[in-house]
């Protein structure tokens, strides 16, 4: 019963959702011939602003459970997506079990995880982020207005290597330039671009720790390589190297 309700409320959030940012986003989704809807997937993207989890949540076809940083559960917007949409908080820099249980068990039960392999959007929070620290001044670290892609964390690795699912890469670009026009009172393109999927991802088991974190590092090297693949060559950042 509680099921079924929540249901409800999200596909009301959703419709919601596209009615109010029709306002202030015009969105194109291509690729969408390449989404699977029957099985358990890992969805990777870039992470250029705040709304990019909001606009693929409303714009793909799937409910996609998000890995959200806890710190963002401060805000209220945040707090109330996380609790309709049953998102995953998790400690980022770190490797939190509990988290990992969370989306294991989503991916077994057939449904699409949403990770953003570089972790965060301000490539300088980066630093406090592998040491695991609580990012406690979020205002200000809400858009990369570079538009460009940042090294990926080996997480994304960690979670395809011991799920086993296939992944799904999708770039998204225009996003970090939503408040700069909201400001100016202007409407901004949005464009979501599917990918193929690829994997499963997977490691030798008998690797000694420090060869495991290399290969963690090469796995999260290929999820981005691919995101990257979808977005202009400007906006690949240090990704530059692909077909």
């Not at 602003?49 to 710190?71: H, K, N, Q, T």
């Not at 945040?78 to 509990?98: A, C, E, H, M, T």
Request: glycine share 8%; proline share 6%; with cysteine.
């Amino acid at each position: 019963m509680f099921a079924a309700l929540q249901g409800i409320l999200q596909s009301i959030l959703v419709f919601l959702g596209r009615l109010i940012s029709s306002v202030f986003v015009s969105v194109s989704v291509s690729g969408l011939e390449h989404f699977p809807r029957s099985e358990g997937l890992i969805l990777v993207s870039n992470h250029f602003s705040w709304f990019d989890g909001p606009l693929l949540m409303i714009y793909l076809p799937v409910r996609i459970v998000f890995l959200l940083a806890v710190e963002t559960e401060r805000v209220c917007f945040f707090r109330f997506l996380s609790r309709s949409f049953n998102l995953i908080p998790i400690w980022r820099g770190q490797v939190d079990r509990k988290a990992m249980r969370a989306a294991l068990a989503a991916l077994k039960e057939g449904r699409t995880v949403g990770v953003f392999p570089e972790g965060g959007i301000d490539p300088a929070m980066a630093g406090a982020r592998e040491r695991g620290e609580r990012i406690e001044q979020i205002a200000g670290h809400t858009a990369r207005h570079s538009a460009n892609l940042i090294h990926a964390q080996s997480g994304i690795g960690l979670l395809a290597t011991q799920a086993q699912s296939r992944l799904l890469p999708v770039a998204v670009l225009g996003t970090e330039k939503i408040l700069v026009n909201l400001r100016k009172l202007r409407r901004t393109h949005v464009r979501i671009r599917v990918g193929r999927p690829f994997g499963p991802l997977s490691i030798p088991e008998d690797l000694p720790r420090r060869q495991r974190r290399r290969h963690l590092d090469a796995l999260a090297k290929e999820a981005m390589t691919q995101i990257a693949a979808l977005l202009p060559p400007g906006n690949r950042g240090p990704y530059q190297d692909v077909p």
